[in-house]
């Protein structure tokens, strides 16, 4: 369960919930990136040699989210920890978000049923 805290931070009602859903506008702490949200994993299913190979090996054991960038034709796949909500309403530029979205509303996009996939 996310819960809005007064501040406009979500905040999980529990350690190691997702913060973010599909269609939700993210930012990247570190490199400053803005994306929308496609798929959701409860915990890094990433292998060990991409892991060891990433910079900054955030937890493993916290949900990381497949991320369509802005601006990009990339998709990351980034921990929690590592992201932010994004709160500028705009919407992203990639070429797959027709794909996995059907609409976009209010700053957040609405998720169609084509599975995540890559």
């Given at each position: 369960m996310i819960s809005f805290q007064p501040n406009g931070r979500i905040q999980p009602a529990e350690s190691g919930e997702p913060l973010f859903e599909p269609g939700q506008l993210v930012t990247h702490r570190r490199y400053g990136y803005r994306g929308v949200v496609?798929?959701?994993d409860i915990h890094c299913q990433a292998n060990d040699n991409?892991?060891?190979?990433?910079?900054?090996?955030p937890k493993r054991d916290q949900p990381w989210?497949?991320?369509?960038?802005?601006?990009?034709?990339s998709c990351t796949y980034a921990a929690q920890s590592s992201l932010v909500a994004d709160s500028s309403g705009e919407p992203i530029d990639h070429?797959?978000?027709e794909q996995f979205f059907s609409s976009f509303e209010k700053g957040y996009y609405l998720r169609?049923?084509?599975?995540?996939?890559m």
């Amino acid at each position: 369960m996310i819960s809005f805290q007064p501040n406009g931070r979500i905040q999980p009602a529990e350690s190691g919930e997702p913060l973010f859903e599909p269609g939700q506008l993210v930012t990247h702490r570190r490199y400053g990136y803005r994306g929308v949200v496609v798929s959701v994993d409860i915990h890094c299913q990433a292998n060990d040699n991409w892991y060891y190979s990433n910079q900054t090996q955030p937890k493993r054991d916290q949900p990381w989210y497949h991320v369509l960038v802005h601006n990009s034709t990339s998709c990351t796949y980034a921990a929690q920890s590592s992201l932010v909500a994004d709160s500028s309403g705009e919407p992203i530029d990639h070429p797959l978000v027709e794909q996995f979205f059907s609409s976009f509303e209010k700053g957040y996009y609405l998720r169609n049923s084509r599975p995540w996939s890559m």
